[in-house]
């Protein structure tokens, strides 16, 4: 996501000067042009400054959010979290890797393409917030190819 931003952000940057300069050339009234035209320039100058302005803030804000932190406060915490995660409202979503625990010890002697092979995919979902009072839902489902598949279940219920 950072490579993303940073090259819009480029791009943006490499097409504001030429924005700009065809807008300066209608700086001043022309016969042949309506007054509309200027209205675009602006328009577009504005939406440019605005994206030049925000970008980092929204880089900011994703790393604000605390989705890393809702997979890690759990009372039984498993080995692997989810790598990429996203929430909607109260609903989290998250996919990882996760190594099985007969590869563990062999991790180290491992070339590139068995330590990629050894890995298997994870599926988290989440329901419900840490909050006082609150009950808060979690189920990891784990697959690998030489292993098998399982799920994890957790249920936090206050008292």
């Avoid at 994703?62 to 932190?69: I, V």
Wanted: some cysteine.
């Amino acid at each position: 996501m950072l490579k993303r931003t940073f090259l819009c952000c480029i791009v943006s940057m490499l097409f504001a000067k030429q924005a700009a300069a065809s807008c300066a050339l209608l700086e001043e009234r022309s016969i042949m042009l309506q007054d509309s035209a200027m209205e675009i320039c602006t328009s577009l100058e504005d939406k440019i400054n605005f994206l030049k302005n925000n970008a980092m803030v929204w880089l900011n804000d994703d790393k604000q959010e605390t989705q890393e932190d809702y997979w890690g406060e759990w009372a039984l915490k498993p080995k692997d979290n989810p790598v990429l995660t996203q929430n909607l409202s109260d609903k989290h979503f998250g996919l990882g890797f996760w190594l099985p625990e007969e590869y563990e010890n062999q991790v180290a002697s491992m070339t590139t393409e068995e330590w990629l092979r050894s890995h298997g995919l994870m599926f988290s979902i989440g329901l419900g917030d840490k909050k006082s009072g609150e009950p808060r839902m979690r189920f990891d489902y784990r697959w690998h190819e030489t292993s098998e598949a399982d799920v994890m279940m957790q249920i936090e219920v206050p008292f």
